[in-house]
């Protein structure tokens, strides 16, 4: 069975080396790949100790919840910045896919995620969520009063508006 974070190895010869402490990332997207499987595997003492050092608000109780009432999809990778051997920042954008604990209603967690490295060891600083357009309309939206868009004469209310 492949990673959770979608790197075709098995879970304990890819990011389970690095929540176990046996390794560490070697670039900003290794670290964000184990991240995400940390959130499917509930360590969430690794996701804290993956943030940057200082950080105050990392609240380990709700990310244990978040893991644990989700049913984790996949992870995609939409575009990497720098953060690969030798660089000390990077940034990953990605969308986390994952449904409810029912799997009944299915959400994306699409975020721009910064990195930095400090003394040979990458950790998470912060992100921004990215955001939805708004749903545009179609068509012009029709007022109860004006002539029903079937052509019959009457109110939009007293006809299809009913």
């Known amino acids: 069975m492949n990673c959770p974070c979608g ?3 098995s879970y304990e010869e890819c990011c389970g080396t690095l929540h ?5 990332a070697l670039t900003a997207q290794e670290l964000m790949r184990s991240r995400y ?3 499917v595997k509930e360590k969430i003492n690794y996701i804290g100790d993956t943030h940057i050092p200082g ?3 990392f609240d380990a109780s709700e990310a ?3 893991a644990k009432n989700s049913n984790w999809k996949g992870l995609e990778i939409v575009k990497t910045q720098a953060g690969e051997e030798g ?3 990077g940034v990953v954008e990605f969308k986390a896919l994952y449904s409810d604990a029912k799997d009944e209603n299915h ?4 975020e721009i995620a910064k990195f930095k490295k400090l003394e040979d060891t990458w950790y998470y600083e912060d992100g921004q969520i ?3 357009e708004p749903i545009k309309r179609a068509i012009p939206k029709v007022g109860r009063n004006e002539p029903c868009v079937c052509g019959s004469g009457k109110k939009y209310k007293k006809c299809c508006g009913k």
Do not use: Y
Not at 20 to 24: C, R, Y
Not at 107 to 110: D, E, K, N, Q, V
């Open 7 to 9: 790197i075709e190895k």
């Open 20 to 24: 176990e402490g046996q390794s560490k």
């Open 37 to 39: 499987s940390a959130f």
């Open 55 to 57: 950080t105050t608000d």
């Open 64 to 66: 244990e919840q978040w």
């Open 87 to 89: 660089d000390n920042f």
């Open 107 to 110: 959400f994306i967690h699409h």
């Open 130 to 132: 990215v955001g939805h």
